[in-house]
Every structure is written in C-alpha cells, then in structure tokens.
C-alpha cells in the first residue's frame, strides 16, 4: 500500500496544464446548452452576448460566449469544410464571431471528437463531428474567428452508438489530434474536454487540454443529485487541477430550475473554489438581482481565478450530514467550504483541526463579513443544501494528527459473504464486494486505554461509479452508520 500512494503522489506532481498559455485561471463565460438545449438560434446568441455585458458579467470576468450543440450543419460543403446550420444562424458565425468580439467577448465553438455530435436535428439527421476532419475543422474554426473550443465525445466508437459510457477504444489520442491541429492554426483556442469523465481525463488530460469534463452532464434537468454525484466524483482527482489544466465540474445551474436559490450558492461557492470553468448556463436577460448577485460575488469569483490556481481538497465527511473541503490561495492564507448535504437548515461546527490549524482570523467569503480571530471551531447556521465559504489567515498550525494504519488486505481480517481480496499488483492489495451483507472486519485495532474519542480516518475507492441521476447515488458509500466499532 505504501508503494502505491508514494508513486501516485509522484504522478501527480508531474501533470502539467497545457502549455498554450491559456487558461492560467479557470475559463469563465456563458453557454446555451441548460437554457435552449440544442435550439439556440442566432438572436438568442446576440442577446446572451450582450446580456454578459449589460449585466456586468462580462466585466467580472465571465469572457467566452460560447455555442453549444445545434448549431452546425448536418453536411459538410461539397469540398468538405464544416458548416454552420443556415437557419439558425441566417448571418453565419463569422458575423457572430464579430459581434461577440465587438463586445469586448471571446467566441467559443462546439464540436466532437466523433464520427457525428450529440444529439439530433429534429430528431433524425445528425450535426457534424470533427473525427478524420481535424485539421481542415481546426482552421476553419480559426478562421472565422474561435477562441475557444468544446470538444465532445459522441460517436466517438463507431457511427451508431450514441455516448459509450465504457469505451473499448483510447480516447486519448481522438484528443491530441485536435490539441494538435488547433495548434497547427497559430490561433489561440482554449480548448475544453468533454469525454465525461469515463477515461479518467484528470490522469492524461493535463498536456492535452485546458480543462476536461470529469463526469456526465449535471442536466438538464438538474436536482441536487447531480451536484452530489459530481462532487463525489472530483474526491480523488482535485489535485489533477492546475494553471492550464482543470476539472471541469460542467455548467453552472445558478439561475434555473430543479435548484433552490440555496443549492445556487451550493454550487457557486463549491465550483468556484474547485476551481471549476464558471460557465453560465441561464438566461441572463431574465436573471433576478439574487442570481446576478451570485454569480457576480467578486470575492468567491477572486477564489476561484486565484493565481495559485489550486483546488479546494476533501478533507472531512461527517456523514450523511456535512463536508469540509479546503485549499491554499496564493496569499498564504486559505479557503474553506462547508457543505451542507442534510435537506434541512442546520447548524454546523467548523473544527479547525480538520484544515489543519488551531485558530485563524475567518471571513464570510458571501458576505464579507469579518468574524475576527477565532479558536478550535467556529459554529454557524446554514440553509438546507447551502454552503459556506471563508477565508482564514494567519493560520495557527495545529500538530496533524498520528495515525497507525491498518491495511484491509491484513491476512487477520475476516471477510464474509462476497466480499474477496484481491491484488493491483506486486505490492498492493484491496478488498473488494463489502455491502449488502458482505463485510470485513479489521482485527486487533488499538482502541486506547485512557478512554475518550478517536479518530477514524477511512480510506475507501467506490467502485459503483454510477452515470446518472436516477441511479442510486453512489451507491454503497462507506459512512459511519456501516462501521460498527465493537470495543472502541
Ligand atoms: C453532451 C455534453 C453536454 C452537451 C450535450 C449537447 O451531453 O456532455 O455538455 O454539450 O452533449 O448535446
């Protein structure tokens, strides 16, 4: 066990973001797709473009409008150049790329790594894929004027099968090809994954693009599921994330249906701090001052484009009840977000211990409120599926906690029903199949002999790895309602 985590620390130190210069902060900006689907047409476009700016969006710093599906053509040119959808887009996307450009904008397009994109022109032809047009598509794009570039994963096996969620082929290279040919053009494109997560993007994704999706789409519709299942899914890779190179948690909901005005500010602050691309999903020419509000917040915005441009990590789950997730900005101090999974209001006490320090001065990052300099913990009230983020500075280190470990794959452990060992390789070996009545218990861990509480730290990979809202949310999670502690 302990080779394993020693060169998985090293891999993670060597992943670098692509280095186009791009992107050095996470993308922020505006897309269609959770507002029109793929029934954006072109006054629709304008609008949200000159919404990001009449709005203020744009001058905090939401800079792409980006396209999502729908808008290409379902045939090429008869010389094979990408085309745009004629009746959606009656002046073509040179004219668009203009006026998002006079604006003071950037323009983002939307392709795929496949034979065909996502999705249907009226439920029948199929929109246009870029796989074995890669270089003519890349200076197209170019050419009329792209800075930005979606890149999705339909069609990505063959012609017929819609989204491979277990693809028997390396995706991989379907990537750096197009990485290579937007190269090729001397234009700048940021270029943004969207394989969903399936190959584990965060592992190779660093020198390929600027951002990678790590999961499937959070909707539409969206519920509070998806923003579980997505942040459940960030646990193992938040330190893949990195000037030029970020998980990509997908849009932003704030402002649409299927979320309270609470589980807005949820995923804000959440995203924002895991240094997510903030991309803007709703109607802006319609959006109230609350959700302008948020997505405006300049102080949780600063959080995310900070320059050291590290992820808030997991730090603690206190189960089925509330997370603490925290990260280091580039001044020295750090941020925090607590997150409340209950479907109550309640109160929550933030224990210092969990990041590390013993007292620090805390400031409500929603609020800019400054609530001084505080010891051990600080207890506060928050919504039902609502968040809080601070900043704490001048951190006093705490002494980190010693832990003895003890390994699942102990030959003293006893294992029932299915659950079975099994080996990763020569020196690493995991116990599999615990749930639904099959378990394992862990022999001779040293309870103490003073009394009082300790602390249990479990390490634990979920295999169930689950695609979609209706599915069970990640299934069989390892909490503390499962372990009994017999003796401690
Ligand atoms: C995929 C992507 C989404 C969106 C749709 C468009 O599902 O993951 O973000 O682009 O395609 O059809």
Same mark, same amino acid.
């Given at each position: 066990?302990?080779?394993?985590l020693?060169?998985?620390?090293?891999?993670?130190?060597?992943?670098?973001?692509?280095?186009?210069?791009?992107?050095?902060?996470? %993308?922020?900006?505006?897309?269609?797709?959770?507002?029109?689907?793929? $029934?954006?047409?072109?006054?629709?476009?304008?609008?949200?473009a000159?919404?990001?700016?009449?709005?203020?969006? !744009?001058?905090?710093?939401?800079?792409?409008?980006?396209?999502?599906?729908?808008?290409?053509?379902?045939?090429?040119?008869?010389?094979?150049?990408?085309?745009?959808?004629?009746?959606?887009?009656?002046?073509?996307?040179?004219?668009?790329?203009?006026?998002?450009? /006079?604006?003071?904008?950037? =323009?983002?397009?939307?392709?795929?790594?496949?034979?065909?994109?996502?999705?249907?022109?009226?439920?029948?032809?199929?929109?246009?894929?870029?796989?074995?047009?890669?270089?003519?598509?890349?200076?197209?794009?170019?050419?009329?004027?792209?800075?930005?570039?979606?890149? $999705?994963n339909?069609?990505?096996?063959?012609s017929?099968?819609?989204?491979?969620?277990?693809?028997?082929?390396?995706?991989?290279?379907?990537y750096?090809?197009?990485r290579?040919?937007?190269?090729?053009?001397?234009?700048? =494109?940021?270029?943004?994954?969207?394989?969903?997560?399936?190959?584990?993007?965060?592992?190779?994704?660093?020198?390929?693009?600027?951002?990678?999706?790590?999961?499937?789409?959070?909707?539409?519709?969206?519920?509070?599921?998806?923003? !579980?299942?997505?942040?459940?899914?960030?646990v193992?890779?938040?330190?893949?994330?990195? %000037?030029?190179?970020?998980?990509?948690?997908?849009?932003?909901?704030? /402002?649409?249906?299927g979320?309270?005005?609470?589980?807005? !500010?949820?995923?804000?602050?959440?995203?924002?701090?895991?240094?997510?691309?903030?991309?803007?999903?709703?109607?802006?020419?319609?959006?109230?001052?609350?959700?302008?509000?948020?997505?405006?917040?300049?102080?949780?915005?600063?959080?995310?484009?900070?320059?050291?441009?590290?992820?808030?990590? =997991?730090k603690?789950?206190?189960? $089925?009840?509330?997370?603490?997730?925290?990260?280091?900005?580039?001044?020295?101090?750090?941020?925090?977000?607590?997150?409340?999974?209950?479907?109550?209001?309640?109160?929550?006490?933030?224990?210092?211990?969990?990041?590390g320090?013993?007292?620090?001065?805390?400031?409500?990052?929603?609020?800019?409120?400054?609530? /001084?300099?505080?010891?051990a913990?600080?207890t506060?009230t928050?919504?039902?599926?609502?968040?809080?983020?601070?900043?704490?500075r001048?951190?006093?280190?705490?002494?980190?906690?010693? =832990?003895?470990?003890?390994?699942?794959?102990?030959?003293?452990?006893?294992?029932?029903?299915?659950?079975?060992?099994?080996?990763?390789n @020569?020196?690493?070996?995991?116990?599999?199949?615990?749930?639904?009545?099959?378990?394992?218990?862990?022999?001779?861990?040293?309870?103490?002999?003073?009394?009082?509480?300790?602390?249990?730290?479990?390490?634990? @990979?979920?295999?169930?790895y689950?695609?979609?809202?209706?599915?069970?949310?990640?299934?069989?999670?390892?909490?503390?309602?499962?372990?009994?502690m017999?003796?401690?």
């Amino acid at each position: 066990m302990a080779a394993w985590l020693f060169s998985f620390t090293l891999l993670s130190g060597s992943v670098v973001g692509l280095n186009n210069g791009l992107a050095r902060t996470p %993308p922020m900006g505006w897309n269609p797709y959770n507002v029109y689907l793929c $029934d954006t047409v072109e006054t629709q476009y304008r609008s949200a473009a000159h919404a990001l700016v009449q709005s203020g969006m !744009r001058d905090v710093g939401y800079r792409y409008l980006n396209l999502d599906c729908g808008w290409q053509a379902t045939e090429r040119t008869p010389s094979g150049t990408f085309m745009w959808n004629e009746t959606r887009l009656p002046s073509g996307v040179p004219a668009l790329a203009d006026y998002v450009h /006079g604006l003071g904008l950037m =323009f983002g397009l939307y392709s795929d790594a496949g034979y065909f994109s996502c999705d249907f022109d009226s439920g029948s032809d199929h929109w246009l894929g870029s796989l074995g047009f890669e270089q003519s598509d890349a200076n197209t794009f170019a050419a009329w004027g792209a800075d930005y570039l979606k890149y $999705d994963n339909c069609y990505g096996v063959n012609s017929f099968d819609f989204a491979d969620h277990y693809p028997p082929i390396q995706e991989e290279p379907h990537y750096t090809v197009m990485r290579d040919a937007l190269q090729q053009t001397n234009r700048e =494109f940021v270029y943004s994954i969207c394989e969903w997560g399936v190959q584990d993007p965060a592992r190779w994704a660093g020198s390929v693009g600027n951002s990678w999706r790590i999961s499937n789409d959070i909707g539409p519709p969206v519920s509070f599921e998806s923003l !579980r299942r997505i942040i459940n899914q960030l646990v193992p890779i938040t330190q893949f994330a990195g %000037p030029g190179g970020w998980n990509d948690l997908d849009l932003l909901e704030v /402002g649409n249906v299927g979320l309270t005005d609470a589980e807005w !500010r949820f995923q804000f602050a959440f995203w924002a701090a895991a240094k997510s691309p903030l991309i803007i999903s709703t109607d802006l020419t319609t959006a109230s001052a609350e959700v302008l509000g948020i997505l405006g917040n300049n102080r949780v915005v600063a959080v995310n484009q900070d320059p050291l441009g590290k992820s808030v990590a =997991f730090k603690r789950r206190y189960t $089925d009840n509330y997370d603490v997730w925290a990260g280091p900005l580039a001044d020295g101090s750090l941020v925090a977000v607590l997150l409340n999974w209950m479907n109550a209001q309640q109160s929550i006490i933030f224990d210092f211990a969990d990041v590390g320090l013993v007292s620090a001065d805390l400031t409500d990052l929603w609020t800019d409120t400054d609530l /001084g300099t505080i010891t051990a913990s600080f207890t506060a009230t928050v919504d039902a599926h609502g968040a809080l983020i601070y900043n704490l500075r001048d951190g006093v280190q705490a002494v980190p906690p010693q =832990f003895t470990t003890y390994l699942a794959s102990a030959a003293s452990n006893t294992l029932t029903g299915a659950a079975s060992l099994r080996s990763l390789n @020569a020196s690493a070996a995991v116990v599999g199949y615990i749930g639904y009545g099959s378990t394992l218990t862990f022999t001779g861990v040293d309870g103490g002999t003073s009394g009082g509480t300790k602390l249990l730290s479990l390490t634990y @990979a979920n295999a169930d790895y689950t695609f979609y809202n209706s599915d069970c949310s990640n299934c069989r999670r390892a909490e503390d309602k499962y372990v009994s502690m017999a003796g401690l």
